[in-house]
């Protein structure tokens, strides 16, 4: 923020919208979770995925058809999926 208020600001308004100087896009990264999510699915099953609010929003999204930005999770929320 205190490097680019401007980028912060517009990051905060459209957090999947706006990529950081050198990172990596929305697309692509929701893209490199859905090939991870497929080796996960593919098994062996029962699994545990720990993940951050960005990647479990890309594995909701893929796994219920939901839009990711309807996606909530609080601090420390486990949230379980069975398929």
């Not at 999947?16 to 050198?22: D, L, Q, S």
């Not at 990596?24 to 062996?44: K, N, T």
Request: hydrophobic content about 45%; proline content about 4%.
């Amino acid at each position: 923020e205190a490097a680019d208020g401007e980028l912060a600001r517009r990051a905060l308004e459209d957090w999947r919208g706006v990529t950081a100087p050198g990172g990596e896009g929305w697309d692509v990264f929701e893209e490199r979770v859905s090939r991870a999510l497929e080796a996960i699915l593919a098994g062996p099953m029962p699994c545990v995925v720990v993940a951050h609010m960005a990647v479990n929003a890309c594995c909701a999204r893929r796994l219920t058809g939901a839009a990711g930005t309807e996606f909530h999770q609080a601090y420390g929320e486990a949230i379980a999926y069975e398929w």
